[in-house]
């Protein structure tokens, strides 16, 4: 549960930082989304999921735990 949403939002970050789409509803989305955080939050928040995900996987952290901060560090920046 918890791993699948975290590589979701991984590839969904990913796209906003290569630019690469395949439809133009994909497109217009990820431009809708990339006004709300910089570029380098945008990159802060693709390595943090990295990382967390690889904490799950070693087992140094619980996935739900996992998930609950990275959802933490997604919301911070949207309210600065």
């Known amino acids: ?3 699948y949403l975290i590589m979701m939002l991984a590839y969904f970050l990913r796209r906003m ?3 690469k789409t395949t439809s133009d509803y994909m497109r ?10 910089s570029k380098e939050v945008i990159t802060d928040l693709y390595k943090g999921l990295i990382e967390t995900d690889f904490k ?5 952290i619980d996935d ?3 998930v609950l901060l990275m959802v933490e560090k997604i919301l ?3 309210r600065q």
């Open 1 to 3: 549960g918890g791993q």
């Open 28 to 37: 217009s989305k990820i431009e809708q989304q990339k006004r709300n955080f």
């Open 64 to 66: 739900k735990m996992g």
């Open 56 to 60: 799950i996987k070693r087992g140094l």
């Open 17 to 19: 930082i290569l630019n």
């Open 76 to 78: 911070r920046p949207a």
